[in-house]
């Protein structure tokens, strides 16, 4: 591993976000250093949750004034008028689903981002929580087998050396070397209440971003859900549709400015714990473990000393005279007396142990693995995590500015919708072009108030009003009917025209003009409609 150390830099958007005016709810100037347990500072965020709500009140009473003026300025609406309306209504419809599948793309990038940089920092904490704990695990296990183990051993030594000064004396020292390790494991910091510290930060921190990340999710897919059936109401011309879906507009856009309020007093806070985090941990561990232990792991720099450099060495020293001094007991004092032999043994094998915790000990109290997860954790709260809430913050305003958009076009497209539905009303159901009455027309053959458009006699009534029709003519002669050159003036094209409750004899077919192809039904109907018109109209149409 380099020797060199990795500075910690904080991204230029956290110095913009510090730079953020810090106006308590007094209005008046706080202190811009990262203190979430001051009243002050605590309330300079809550402002800047305040901007936001003012700001939805703002962009609910333009909505308001705008949707007043719409009600109130109803306008004629004329042919050439409409079609721009509509227009407009269309490309605001686009302009808004447009804005919201971008707003949704950024909020989903954010959203992981932030997802990202929060999973970096309990990974970060876990880990270190996991290098206190083998620490704080070694010294313990050491202690204990230096006061149990070591005191045990020495006891019975002491009872069977008893008759050689020498011996009792060399053990005496070993105790006091014993005891020497167990002072300088004494003097190191108590990691347990660090490590308790950690691991519940982490914990709550993973449980407050999982219920973060996953209420994102939900409002993306809710905004997503909303334009899309939105569209579809418009593109249907459902008013329930639309209605429903301005109705969920509006809470999409109060969620919208609420988020937006909590993402920005969230990075504002985040930024400036970023700015110097140092000063905050120092602020934070003092009481717990010294300055100096602090500063070592903090900045990790090769000029500094090592604050656990003189307790490891006097340890190291202790355990090296210990282990001398049983070689030479076991060298001299084991053929005079065989019975210390397995306590001498088991001295040595306690010893072997504790300098193997001495090894590892001091590769877990060395800064650069402590310090290597507090850089990680910084990356990933003040880069990743403090962007991620910037795209969030940027998804907020993009997705309140496309529902605005959304609520401003759709009372327009009702109020088209209703329009139309008003025009439709007001046809005339006597019309012959009206679709809904050939609809009726269709439906209903025995309608009877559905009259010809060519015909000249519709004063007269359906046909189903006139006489019943005379007794069957069988065969009467063709100049009984007319003339068809006379009539048509030999032009086949109106071979096709209707010509029946015109007054007007049924056609000749063109390609045999002189036969006789009429039924006595069709000849009956035709000589009751003539004499109907002859009694109604004298001899007004007599040619």
Known sequence: MSLTRVDYIAPWWTYWLHNFPHINLRFQPTDKSFQPEDENYQQSLIFLGCVAAAGLGLNLLCLAIYLSCL????????????????????????????????????????????????YQLTYSLYNANHTLGGVDSLVTGTMGSM????????????????????????????????????????????????????????????????????????LLILDLIICLIACLGLAKQSRWLLTTMMVFGVLTLILSWTSLGADLAAAVGTSDFCVSPDKYIMGQTKGIITADIVHYYLYCNQTLSNPFQQPLTIFQRSLTTMQIQIQGLLQFAV?????????LLGIQNLLN??????????????????????LDAMVGVCYDGVEGVLYLCLFSILAACAFTVMLCAIPRALRQIASREQDYDDIDEEDPFNPRARRIGSQNPNHTNLHSFCSYSSSMGSQNSLHPPAPTVSNPPMSEYMNQPALFGGNP???????????????????????????????????????????????????
């Not at 053929?335 to 306590?343: G, H, S, V």
Request: aromatic letters at 10%.
């Open 147 to 218: 006061r149990t183990g070591l005191h045990q051993h020495l006891a019975r030594l002491d009872e069977i050396f008893a008759t050689r000064g020498d011996y009792v004396q060399t053990l005496q020292f070993m105790q006091q070397m014993a005891d020497n390790v167990i002072k300088q494991l004494l003097g190191l910091p108590d990691w347990d209440v660090a490590k308790v510290d950690l691991a519940t930060i982490a914990d709550q921190t993973a449980n407050i971003e999982y219920y973060r990340w996953l209420t994102y999710l939900l």
């Open 335 to 343: 053929p005079l007396f065989p019975t210390a032999e397995r306590d």
């Open 71 to 118: 009600c109130c300025c109803r306008k004629n609406e004329e042919e050439e008028t409409k079609k721009p309306n509509s227009c407009c209504v269309t490309w605001s419809a686009v302009a808004g689903g447009l804005i919201t599948c971008i707003s949704v793309g950024v909020g989903f990038y954010g959203n992981s981002e932030t997802n990202d940089g929060v």
């Open 493 to 543: 094209r109106f071979e096709n025209v209707p010509l029946i409750g015109r007054g007007s004899p049924p056609p000749s077919i063109y390609s045999q003009p002189y036969r006789n192809p009429y039924s006595p039904t069709m000849r009956a109907t035709y000589l009751s409609m003539t004499e109907e018109q002859s009694r109604h109209f004298g001899s007004d149409f007599q040619a």
């Open 353 to 374: 142990t504790s300098e193997a915790s001495l090894h590892q000990l001091t590769a877990l109290l060395d800064c650069r693995g402590l310090n290597k997860d507090y």
